[in-house]
């Protein structure tokens, strides 16, 4: 019985090597065997790392503008973020019927293309045949959308890379975040409300579209993964152990022993709490009863899905998870997958915004805005992860949880000019100043500070602190009880 159990693990082991290290020789995420079978802004968000400046996408970065049909348009920039590995990238938009006769604003969905692959992918006649699915996105996608398919590397992994805590190219977070949203809503006639932003991927773009719901939650309304279940981070130090992690996952996100706390940061298991105002769904086959290379690869994106609901599950996420037992790792059904959930795209570009009062977020993020909050861990190393996390976030105060010094500006929900006293507990904490004056925007800003960082380059978080704040109207003459 042990022998049998051995056998099955090592097979699953050999699909893991060939899911990770033969990633951009083998295009195993686009593996094609079709021939032979709120006010989410991220204008106003800080750069993933925090401390760098994010050039804007301009006219003047654009090399070459081509016309692929009358719907379908490719544009190729030079872009120093992504430069290694890609001298030009490309992202390809695919416009509604009629978009130059009318004067109307459209929502945007932004596909991600799997690994081996490109922004041409997810369009390519050749990839996806229409006698075998439903064809490339223009053969189908024929609401009032704009669809947004950017270049992602080979092997990219939708991360700004660790590259052995050098950082630097590619940073393909702040590519799509922080330049490609802007720029598309500056050049497009799009809506630039959340409601109006969902993000869709397959396989190693399903795994990104998943973490960059889970990092920008007040960016996108919806997320739509095919087919890439996020790899749990047992699985990641199990498979660097022996040596089968491959290079592309560990340069960008780093060691998962020695980088833990980085890697749990990008990790969507590690964020199911950032998905309770987002539409969630997911699909993915199994497999069965079918063999090769896009059966074995389809059959541990399963498990790799299985693992991450159980997780939505334990923190009360709701969720849609499809799963259709012939399903292989090939585009015929990641057509089929977004053919099949466009209905529910539009249903939430239709529906009304969401209240996030009460809302709870977790990220390794340095500074960032979040529903209207902005967060500056002023004292926090560029090479040092460390985990912050905001509860149950409402007008009247959140408690905040993690290390170092952290300096917060609330929304503009308080009367300009009025004074707030700040009221906290948690032990050692402490929140300066205990009284402030709102700004003319009607804003707070205090610092909450929760004992020391972590040492620069040492990843092993220390014991996180919490303080809960209370904010109300001060009165003058009534005695002062925070801490």
Not at 408 to 433: C, F, I, M
């Amino acid at each position: 019985m042990q022998g049998n159990d051995d056998e099955i693990e090592e097979k699953r082991r050999a699909t893991r090597r060939t899911f990770l290290g033969t990633l951009s020789a083998a295009g195993v995420f686009g593996l094609s065997q079709t021939t032979a079978s709120a006010t989410g802004n991220p204008r106003s968000a800080a750069p993933p790392q925090g401390d760098t400046d994010v050039p804007s996408l301009e006219p003047t970065n654009v090399e070459r503008v081509s016309e692929l049909s009358d719907r379908l348009l490719e544009f190729s920039f030079e872009n120093p973020l992504v430069d290694p590995p890609l001298e030009t990238a490309n992202v390809r938009v695919l416009l509604p019927e009629g978009y130059d006769e009318t004067d109307k604003t459209y929502p945007t969905m932004y596909l991600l293309h799997g690994g081996g692959n490109s922004a041409a992918s997810w369009s390519d006649p050749d990839l996806s045949p229409g006698e075998i699915g439903p064809g490339p996105v223009q053969n189908y996608v024929d609401e009032d959308v704009v669809v947004v398919m950017p270049d992602g590397g080979e092997g990219g992994w939708y991360t700004d890379w660790y590259n052995d805590g050098d950082f630097g190219a590619p940073m393909w977070e702040t590519f799509h975040i922080h330049q490609l949203v802007p720029w598309a809503e500056d050049r497009f006639r799009l809506r630039s409300e959340r409601g109006s932003r969902v993000v869709a991927g397959l396989s190693m773009g399903s795994a990104g579209a998943l973490q960059y719901a889970a990092r920008y939650p007040d960016v996108f309304a919806g997320v739509y993964a095919f087919s890439g279940g996020p790899f749990p981070i047992e699985q990641l130090q199990s498979d660097a152990e022996d040596g089968e992690l491959g290079s592309a996952l560990a340069n960008a996100y780093g060691d998962p022993f020695e980088q833990e706390t980085r890697v749990r940061g990008l990790n969507p298991n590690d964020l199911t709490e950032n998905y309770r105002n987002l539409r969630l769904y997911m699909a993915v086959g199994k497999g069965e009863g079918r063999s090769g290379p896009a059966a074995e690869i389809e059959a541990v994106a399963y498990e790799n899905f299985l693992t991450f609901v159980e997780n939505l599950d334990e923190t009360g996420i709701d969720y849609t998870f499809d799963v259709f037992p012939e399903g292989v790792h090939d585009w015929p059904y990641w057509q089929k997958y977004l053919k099949r959930v466009l209905p529910d795209i539009m249903d939430v570009f239709a529906s009304g915004p969401v209240d996030p009062s009460g809302f709870t977020h977790k990220t390794i993020l340095r500074d960032f805005d979040i529903w209207g909050w902005q967060i500056d861990r002023e004292d926090r190393n560029r090479r040092t992860a460390e985990f912050l996390t905001l509860e149950d976030v409402t007008s009247d105060g959140l408690t905040i949880t993690g290390r170092g010094k952290t300096v917060v500006t609330t929304p503009g929900d308080y009367e300009s000019g009025q004074k707030y006293r700040l009221n906290h507990d948690g032990g050692s904490a402490t929140v300066r100043p205990r009284v402030v004056r709102a700004d003319e925007d009607g804003r707070l800003t205090f610092a909450v500070h929760l004992g020391p960082a972590a040492e620069p380059g040492n990843d092993v978080a220390n014991q996180p602190e919490s303080a809960t704040i209370s904010i109300e109207p001060f009165e003058r003459g009534r005695s002062n009880s925070c801490n």
